[in-house]
């Protein structure tokens, strides 16, 4: 997604909560609420996951995988054994205004109905939506076929980020950037729309199914300034009760006015890498690009407000 706003660069700063813990005994966990394993668009399986998380000196961590819960088993199995507290998550993709929205949703249970059959649809979508793609780039004139992608990313599940990895890799264009960019980025001429519901939709399944929900990387939304808090308000209606403040894409600005809409509008603060693994890899797990410190306190208050 484009930038609704000019950025200034990803200025480094230091994140606490609204209240600046500066107590001797004030909590210095660190946790990273919005990771991606190889169950959507991640390189590392859930349990390799849980072992750079463990590295990397988180307390928690979420797992928030696109449009499923399918890593979700083997990370509680990774997360015991390593003593690290795993949210269980998911990012619900959505739209509002003609703009793709996401939704991340917390300690939501895999197994609810209405949940699980719209997760299915878009899982069984996913695979016709790859070959549509495919075809478009070999109409452009790339040398591409879905066996040849399942061959270089066996056992992953297929999306355009893999995609995107197999064109550069294969040296047909020079990075992600340029591919999301001119081919497979939203309305570009080999993008395949999806299914999408609307974001208070994603909310109120997410409440239905026992979780918790926090817009993700409100900043991304690609929305005017009146539009991004019409969306707030009707999400924040529905029963949303945050936003990802702390983000990896952020400057300091972008956070800072991240933290000032949430004071408004009485939502709690959440934050996240964003980590893809390689296939982000300027974003580390747990901190970013360097720019982020996420405090226990968020989730905290995302457990106290459930």
Do not use: W
């Amino acid at each position: 997604m484009e930038r609704n706003h000019a950025s200034h660069g990803n200025t480094t700063m230091n994140t606490t909560t609204n209240q600046t813990a500066t107590a001797p005994n004030a909590d210095t966990r660190i946790i990273d609420m919005h990771v991606h394993s190889s169950a959507s668009d991640g390189t590392f399986s859930p349990s390799a996951l849980l072992l750079e998380a463990k590295k990397a000196g988180l307390a928690a961590m979420a797992l928030t995988d696109h449009d499923t819960m399918d890593g979700i088993q083997e990370a509680e199995a990774a997360a015991a054994k390593l003593g690290i507290e795993l949210v269980p998550g998911v990012e619900i993709s959505t739209e509002y205004h003609g703009r793709e929205i996401h939704v991340l949703g917390y300690y939501v249970s895999p197994e609810y109905p209405r949940l699980k059959a719209m997760l299915e649809e878009f899982r069984d979508f996913r695979a016709t939506r790859n070959e549509r793609m495919v075809e478009r780039l070999r109409e452009e004139g790339f040398s591409i076929t879905m066996e040849a992608l399942v061959k270089k990313f066996p056992d992953s599940v297929l999306t355009r980020a893999h995609v995107a990895r197999y064109l550069c890799e294969t040296g047909q264009l020079p990075d992600i950037r340029t591919v999301f960019a001119e081919y497979l980025g939203e309305n570009c001429r080999c993008y395949i729309q999806r299914p999408k519901i609307s974001p208070v939709e994603a909310v109120t399944l997410i409440l239905e199914a026992g979780g918790i929900a926090v817009l993700a990387h409100p900043v991304l939304c690609n929305l005017p300034e009146e539009e991004r808090r019409q969306m707030i308000q009707e999400m924040k209606d529905a029963g949303m009760c945050g936003l990802e403040a702390v983000y990896s894409e952020n400057t300091a600005e972008d956070e800072a006015h991240m933290r000032s809409l949430a004071k408004e509008y009485g939502l709690l603060l959440s934050g996240g890498s964003d980590f893809h693994g390689s296939n982000k890899p300027d974003i580390k797990l747990g901190v970013g690009k360097g720019n982020l410190h996420i405090p226990y306190a968020f989730l905290q208050g995302l457990k106290d407000r459930r």
